[in-house]
């Protein structure tokens, strides 16, 4: 920046500050400015600042103990989220993660078998199907047998994979199947205390009813405080000897 370009900073901040001390001090150049009103103004800004910083505190002290509210409110919902999840994850798993694959046709997932045969794509819970295989010169056929208690054929070209790589991925999915099986028993029994767990989650209000309680202790007394009504008569005072001084109104 040249020399003119910090002139003009120079003047933008000089004009700006005496726009600012104009209107703090409204009526004139010499009541602004003037050192005889020294003390008149020294006298409305001692009022303006006890009331001010009286404001400051009693909202710093409102927006602390909403704050504590909402931290209760938002603690108690992530609290009551993750029992729920959790006793979710228990009832139904997701599918989880991929483990194998078979031409696309057939993907073994950690929780669930998804199915793909005549352009509709499927996905069955492990625990809940059972699978074996067939073969022929050309394909091999496995045979997934549904929740439904229907069965569907997924046939895959040998020519694309071998006969070695059909009856591994049965062989994966066949104990896949059975773990699923032991793993869905072994997450019932945890139920009952998952559903514990999320009724006690969700009774378990006392921290934010603590802050609430707080809260109104807070609205109560700053309610009865005459500090702040004191400063505003205060205030208004110093404005009504500004005004009869000047024939302006401070605001």
């Known amino acids: 920046m040249g020399p003119v370009g910090w002139i003009l900073v120079v003047v933008l901040s000089v004009g700006t500050a005496v726009i600012w001390l104009m209107l703090r001090y409204p009526g004139g150049w010499r009541y602004t400015f003037g050192?005889?009103?020294a003390e008149d103004r020294r006298d409305l800004d001692g009022a303006r600042s006890r009331l001010r910083a009286l404001e400051r505190e009693a909202r710093r002290e409102r927006d602390a103990a909403r704050g504590e509210v909402e931290a209760a409110v938002r603690a108690?919902?992530?609290r009551v989220g993750r029992a729920r999840a959790h006793l979710a994850r228990l009832r139904?798993?997701?599918r989880g993660d991929l483990r194998s694959s078979l031409l696309g046709s057939l993907?073994?997932?950690e929780h669930a078998l998804e199915v793909t045969a005549d352009g509709l794509t499927s996905e069955y819970p492990l625990d809940e199907i059972s699978v074996?295989?067939?073969y022929s010169s050309k394909a091999g056929h496995v045979y997934v047998a549904l929740p439904t208690g229907r069965r569907q054929m997924?046939?895959?070209p040998l020519e694309e994979v071998s006969e070695a790589e059909v009856r591994q991925f049965v062989v994966e999915v066949f104990?896949?199947?059975a773990d699923a099986k032991v793993a869905k028993a072994e997450r019932q029994a945890l139920v009952p205390?998952?559903?514990d767990a999320l009724r006690e989650a969700i009774a378990d209000t006392a921290r934010q009813e603590e802050a609430r309680r707080r809260q109104s202790e807070l609205v109560a007394r700053q309610e009865s405080d005459t500090r702040i009504p004191r400063a505003r008569r205060e205030w208004d005072a110093a404005r009504d000897r500004w005004q009869q001084l000047t024939g302006r109104r401070p605001e």
């Open 92 to 94: 139904a798993p997701d």
């Open 154 to 156: 997924v046939s895959v």
């Open 193 to 195: 205390q998952a559903e």
């Open 76 to 78: 108690h919902g992530d």
């Open 107 to 109: 993907r073994l997932y």
């Open 175 to 177: 104990n896949a199947s």
């Open 132 to 134: 074996r295989d067939e």
């Open 35 to 37: 050192e005889e009103y």
